[in-house]
């Protein structure tokens, strides 16, 4: 569902690649029905599919799981009648992401549709909540910045290593993760040669990273998160700063880093510092730490479009439906 | 007039070099007066104007001269009224570089409304036509690719040395020449990483180019014009290629070039195979050529905002007040 | 064989996705056997070799195939010595792809040590030569220029529809074209925000695309070829100039590509105008025409790193042992 | 001395502009003596110099001023030289930045060779050193990281408004702060469409930005200091992170850094959030403040070659001169 965009693309790309996987149908809210090769050229010859403005009843008729790329609000509705025709959905949007209402409609200014469902709609991330996606029929895809921070800070504070009420989670994205939509913002001569931070203390990823880390630690995590649009297309780094509670050494939290994601493939636990270019047009996303003068610095790199949206999407599709996590990512 | 584009922009950043120009007005056909430095944060501190909707006759009692980066269409009826109230104008705009309706309005799908003046408002490459630009009541500035493509093609046709009914022109330019407005071709992710051919063979700028050169040298001149966008911000470099008449030889055409160039003070015939970052910011445009398997290849290299745009029009400005040719475009 | 480069990344990346290979060994002329992950960061946790200095006979101990990475000259010498051990190869060099030792000589500056061979190897481009590649024991991978030109004109030459003498090929390449030792040229500032052309007339891969356009049409052709330096990544698009024998139409030429690369699956004749995006990390060449004044235009687009040399080489191991020729490809 | 870089390359355009100037010879230590423009092509035909291997005494007897765009250790000696005979010196290398010569050989792994001089050579910010700087023979042209950040922090270490030990300061920059000289990490390929932090913890603008700061405030001042390279020329974008001592105010912060910078005309304190295009070939430093969850983020935005470089060694220059301030650089 929402098939025009940057995600669906990369999401169409690697669906071809899966053994189990055949793509029967896209959707599209315009009516004109264009070819899927007309909206995406680089698939041309590749997926013999027009653009379909179907309702939930007539998907649910073509296949057994729904990945929605549509934005937050527009989605839930959707999602809802899915679910209740049976089928598996995995949500692109920021719908299921957070489990309560009232900090959801603060943030995405819109009551939300679906409140009793959020609790039970486990985040995303295969790395951290793996038992619940397996079983789960919907499943909140996280967000790109979040996946980044939550992926670097999750084994500090699950350890309760750092002080967790002032985390610093400076972030730097391409620019495809403002979508696929113009504006001057995005546009080439604007942000090309140039780096600025935006929304800063004001994005909408700053609760999902407080929220998911949360609830991973128990604890009340408050992070001041900072992104900035650099003149790339895709990737992001996140570099996060926090404050240790006691005497932290180097090489000790990396070799507990390893531990951590000692089962998941797709965190690479590495000595040396991430590019965003290493993890580009890939599902990994690596992490390293350094200690400086009594802070540790957490630095990951993810590629926003893949581990970040549309490769997180096949993996938990994956977990959902018992195939190797890594079928079609590597 | 119309001060919210890039070509306005540059223009006012070379106005405030110029010993000689006070900037008193801006205008815009927006009703909310921003402030320029709103519209161009690049200027903040350095220009206390906001933008008005001026009507020409407002215009007249500010200013001597003004320079018009409307788009063609718009631009010709404010300029007639400019030059009827006794001001000076350089116009950006396609509306005067022709002379001939018919072709004009094939080209621009448009009546002409000023047809009886088109012949007789100069081209405004001084390089060429300095002597009509002196005398000139209002100057059409040309456009980017034609300076870059006739500053490398008008020695060769003016010494009748090569074949003038089938000359190739491969031109390459940054983003900033598709203008300010949000486009999905010019949206980061579109356009970055890549490099494609676009209007070819339906350009506006392939008639421009066979008229003023033909125009240069009495014969009719047809040229195969193929623009290409190129993800960077400035600079056009053009590839032209032309069947010589008789023998040639690579050092002569060179000498030749310098000589006829002698006294422009922009156009550097160099030996070197220009790079549009050699002329980037500047006013140049640097030439040279080879002679391949008995073909002429001619290169050029401009900055498509300023030789290509705004440093033209100040040029053409200093000659026409008979200030210094260089005047704050050094 | 020579593993540091960029092709071979790109190789090891695809044949890691490939059912019927396993990677047995990685070469390299420094002694320090550095892991491969160590020199290729993206590989990080994909593949456990270390680059080797193995001789020839090592190589064949270990392995039915070699890719050779290595540079002209220093390539011939080792493929003898495994092509004598009995292993097929793929050469990435330069050293077979020509079949006269003068013309190769003349142009690489350097006796070639193997002439007799030369004429007997394939010219790996599997859309014009799959008969004598599926038996070849060695086959020269096609250069990256060459490959973009040759299928964006062979169609014309074949059916006898051009002038086979003043072809103008104007290409354009991303920089990883230039491999990957750091040179001032390839400096980030130096030839980012930058387009130059570059070795016009002088580059030693205009010989190739007029040899193997001549084989395949039996008549001499000859190009004029201005390669030019574009700054991004990857990518090869080129525009081809053709001079029609008679009266052409532009969808007819079209319709006669699509038939004549009907039974190719990388060669995409598509009606739009290529960008080198859409073919960005696949094995696709997309291919259109225009015709101009009676001109006709070519436009061809490649990624230069794979069709244009990895993934091509990829697709002539698939024809060679008989695999499906998109195996690991799509 | 020193001319083959791009601070020299700046340096010499800013001055080709400078009524005040004259550049009478340019140095380098090869010996092959290359006229300027075929070491910087866009200074063809703007500068008639060849650049010499010459001592300071052959500089001494052409020239009053000396710029000196050498690296640390190398610049000392010369500058001792330079000093006798009787020249003013802006010195680019980090020889004079720091007091305290037993820091400096800690971080630059080299003794000193003229400790005595060190604490009497002002640092070249005229932001807060401007009564040192009019006297002074020699000045130390800051470093571009802590341009950045000390024009960001100062007023709010001045008015002891955060605490001093735990700041941190993230920086982005772009690559031609690397210099001039080819390696792997600037090589386009490799730096292009990736960001990544470098040197965490063990860049040598940390202690100068410490000791700056100290000096200008009589504390103790240890920031956490992660630079990263952006795949841009020029900019530097610095997001800093203070924890205040009371309760703040974003608006009144905002107030006060106007205040602060009221006759500093070249830090435009800003409203938005600074982008590095804004102040790109420009000497201005934009600076804006946030607070975020009881956190101050303060933004500044400069160009790593103007203000970070050349820009700040002419503004040095007019104020050693007694020249108007803004001189050649608006």
């Known amino acids: 569902m929402g098939a025009t965009g940057y995600t669906a693309l990369e ?5 071809l690649r899966h053994p189990e996987v055949e793509i029967v149908a896209l959707t599209t809210r ?18 013999d ?21 549509l934005p937050h609000a527009a989605s839930a509705p959707l999602v ?15 719908d299921y992401r957070l489990d309560d209402p009232v900090l959801y409609s603060n943030w995405y200014n819109v009551e939300h549709p679906d409140p009793e469902r959020m609790p039970n709609v486990p985040y995303g991330l295969p790395e ?27 084994p500090l504070l699950v350890d309760n290593l750092v002080e967790s009420d002032s985390i610093i989670v400076d972030s730097k994205t391409g620019v495809s993760g403002a979508g696929r939509n113009p504006k001057l913002g995005t546009h080439y001569p604007e942000c090309n040669e140039s780096i600025a931070a ?16 949360g609830k991973v630690t128990g604890k009340n ?13 895709r990737g992001i780094l996140t570099t996060a700063y926090a404050k240790p509670k006691g005497m932290v050494n180097e090489s000790e939290l990396i070799e507990r880093y390893k531990e951590f994601y000692r089962e998941s493939p797709f965190v690479r636990v590495v000595d040396h510092l991430p590019a965003t270019k290493d ?36 993996q938990n599709m994956n977990v959902m439906y018992g195939f190797d996590e890594t079928t079609a990512l590597i």
Chains 1, 2, 3, 4 share one sequence.
């Not at 999401?11 to 669906?15: A, D, N, R, S």
């Open 49 to 69: 599919l027009t653009l379909d403005n179907l309702t939930p009843q007539q998907l649910a008729e073509k296949t057994d799981c729904v990945f929605g790329c």
């Open 80 to 94: 809802m009648q899915l679910l209740e025709a049976g089928i598996r959905v995995v949500d692109f949007s920021a």
């Open 11 to 15: 999401l169409i790309k690697l669906l």
């Open 279 to 314: 993890t580009m047009n890939t599902n990994y996303c690596d992490v390293t730490l350094r200690v400086v003068r009594g802070r540790i610095i957490v630095i990951s790199s993810i590629d926003n479009l893949v581990k970040g949206a549309s490769g997180a999407a096949v």
């Open 128 to 154: 951290l909540f793996s038992e619940s996606i397996k079983e789960a029929q919907v499943v909140a895809n996280p967000g790109c910045f979040p996946t980044g921070a939550i992926l670097a800070l999750a």
């Open 221 to 233: 995590v408050e992070t001041i998160f900072t992104p900035h649009l650099v003149p790339m297309d």
């Open 30 to 47: 315009k009516e004109d029905r264009p070819h899927v090769s007309s909206v995406h050229k680089q698939l041309t010859n590749r997926l």
């Open 198 to 213: 935006y929304s800063v203390g004001q994005h909408r990823h700053m609760p999902e990273i407080d929220f998911v880390l």
